[in-house]
T-cell receptor, first 116, second 116 residues
Framework: AQKITQTQPGMFVQEKEAVTLDCTYD???????LFWYKQPSSGEMIFLIY??????QNATEGRYSLNFQKARKSANLVISASQLGDSAMYFC?????????????FGQGTELSVKP | DSGVTQTPKHLITATGQRVTLRCSPR?????VYWYQQSLDQGLQFLIQ???????AKGNILERFSAQQFPGLHSELNLSSLELGDSALYFC???????????????FGPGTRLTVL
């Protein structure tokens, strides 16, 4: 069975600083994808970044990067130059990929607060 | 805006009633997923459809049912509602198998259901 663990219920970061949100996962599938989603207080789920289990390079999308350490089964999200608008819940998720059934398994989330 | 639409945004109803949640996937996407987000259970996968056919089933109660129509929009029907069914219900869609980004799910804004 797949499992996602996010151990930081809440985090604070100063505006313009970088922050790392932790995510560890467990799976026996060789092919899997790791995702990060952002959920602002308005409730929508916004896709941020994706990393495939076979990808050699860490994924990056603008100010977001995913620090993928396969041996440690970790997929931490790094947000550089934090902005006030980054305050939100962040969810790490995983799924099987390559047409094997794509349901997402989510962690419990980390609430990030950016201080001015 | 993810391109996934959901109606209604809010729904308030009484115990024992039946409601229908509607979802239109992004243009070109064939997969539709339904998720439930509640305070005690977190984000849980309910069911997936691919091009009109049920592809995977998660923790979906027997009182709940879903379908995907030939135009690819989908409905989630919830019946004999209980207080515990109060939650945020998300629909997500993903691109067809074999296309770029097929494993990424894009979420709609959600329907907030309140059962009184």
């Amino acid at each position: 069975a797949q499992k996602i663990t996010q151990t930081q219920p809440g985090m604070f970061v100063q505006e313009k600083e970088a922050v790392t949100l932790d995510c560890t996962y467990d799976t026996s599938d060789p092919s899997y994808g790791l995702f990060w989603y952002k959920q602002p207080s308005s409730g929508e789920m916004i896709f941020l970044i994706y990393q495939g289990s076979y990808d050699q390079q860490n994924a990056t999308e603008g100010r977001y990067s995913l620090n993928f350490q396969k041996a440690r089964k970790s997929a931490n999200l790094v947000i550089s130059a934090s902005q006030l608008g980054d305050s939100a819940m962040y969810f790490c998720a995983m799924s099987r990929i390559y047409n094997q059934g794509g349901k997402l398994i989510f962690g419990q989330g980390t609430e990030l607060s950016v201080k001015p | 805006d993810s391109g996934v639409t959901q109606t209604p945004k809010h729904l308030i109803t009484a115990t024992g009633q039946r409601v229908t949640l509607r979802c239109s996937p992004r243009s070109g996407d064939l997969s539709v997923y339904w998720y439930q987000q509640s305070l005690d259970q977190g984000l849980q996968f309910l069911i997936q459809y691919y091009n009109g056919e049920e592809r995977a089933k998660g923790n979906i109660l027997e009182r709940f049912s879903a379908q995907q129509f030939p135009g690819l929009h989908s409905e989630l029907n919830l019946s004999s509602l209980e207080l515990g069914d109060s939650a945020l219900y998300f629909c997500a869609s993903s691109p067809p198998s074999g296309t770029v980004g097929t494993d990424t799910q894009y979420f709609g804004p959600g329907t907030r259901l309140t059962v009184l």
